[in-house]
């Protein structure tokens, strides 16, 4: 079976450091595009960041110059860097693969990990 297994959530204070991981069983996720997004409580989940097949990463605007997204294809792990992390980063992280497959898009999702900036 395909999972997508996450680790490295918790609480940190603001100004602190987090580093997601998700670890695929199969290592053709690591030859696809995967994606963190998050959901804060009552809100909607949103994008983080995302890189694709080729390494080349993108993010949401909220997060430029403070998350970098990367991938080890040796060990089908994409992470998660989060830094000077701030209260509103506060959410469920959930991991993100993406399959295409004939013309039609698979996704696949990790548990997700709650990340917590608090003082």
């Known amino acids: 079976q395909v999972q997508l297994v996450v680790s490295g959530g918790g609480l940190v204070q603001p100004g602190g450091s987090l580093r997601l991981s998700c670890a695929a069983s199969d290592s053709l996720f690591s030859r696809n595009p995967m994606n963190w997004y998050r959901q804060a409580p009552g809100k909607q989940r949103e994008l983080v960041a995302g890189i694709t097949s080729g390494g080349s990463p993108n993010y949401a605007d909220s997060v430029k110059g403070r998350i970098t997204i990367s991938r080890d294809v040796a060990k089908n792990t994409v992470y998660l860097q989060m830094n000077s992390l701030k209260p509103e980063d506060t959410a469920v992280y959930y991991c993100?693969?993406?399959?295409?497959?004939?013309?039609?898009?698979?996704?696949?999702w990790g548990q997700g990990t709650q990340v917590t900036v608090s003082s």
């Open positions: 993100n693969a993406v399959i295409m497959f004939q013309g039609r898009r698979f996704d696949y």
